[in-house]
């Protein structure tokens, strides 16, 4: 019914990569149209898959143009932009034992995924700490 072949993880990843690089650039900033925008996505984006090893993305990557990447965006926005401010969250909460990046990704994949640091789930509020249990607080109790 016109779908196209699904669109790899691999392929997923390096377009999320590549729409945050060309969003954030700070000299090229807002000052360009739509179509310069996709375009360097584009270009970007078959770049960081030019050593992919995989054949079924290979023959994929050079099928698809600037109309899937949009398409394949407007699927994925919305959980990006959540785990995002998930990323901030977790920097701004400072909760012990975040010494690197990937320690801020955990924190962060738990917050997207529903568990705080103390593992719990939590309820639909976006919190690091249980409600009613931040650390200045608990001290204070």
């Not at 310069?36 to 030019?50: A, P, S, T």
């Not at 568990?115 to 249990?133: A, D, E, F, Q, S």
Request: charged fraction near 25%; hydrophobic fraction near 40%.
């Amino acid at each position: 019914m016109g779908r196209g072949p699904a669109w790899a993880v691999v392929e997923n990843m390096a377009l999320i990569d590549t729409w945050l690089i060309e969003a954030n650039n700070p000299i090229r900033g807002t000052d360009q149209s739509g179509k310069e925008f996709w375009g360097r996505v584009l270009k970007d984006w078959l770049h960081m898959l030019r050593n992919e090893k995989d054949a079924g993305v290979r023959a994929m990557r050079d099928k698809r143009g600037i109309d899937a990447l949009r398409k394949q965006w407007a699927k994925m926005v919305a959980g990006v932009m959540g785990f995002s401010s998930c990323i901030v969250q977790a920097r701004l909460s400072k909760p012990t034992g975040i010494a690197t990046h990937a320690d801020l990704v955990n924190c962060a994949e738990g917050l997207y995924c529903g568990t705080n640091v103390y593992g719990r789930i939590r309820g639909t509020m976006l919190t690091t700490w249980p409600r009613g249990r931040r650390p200045s607080a608990a001290r204070n109790k």
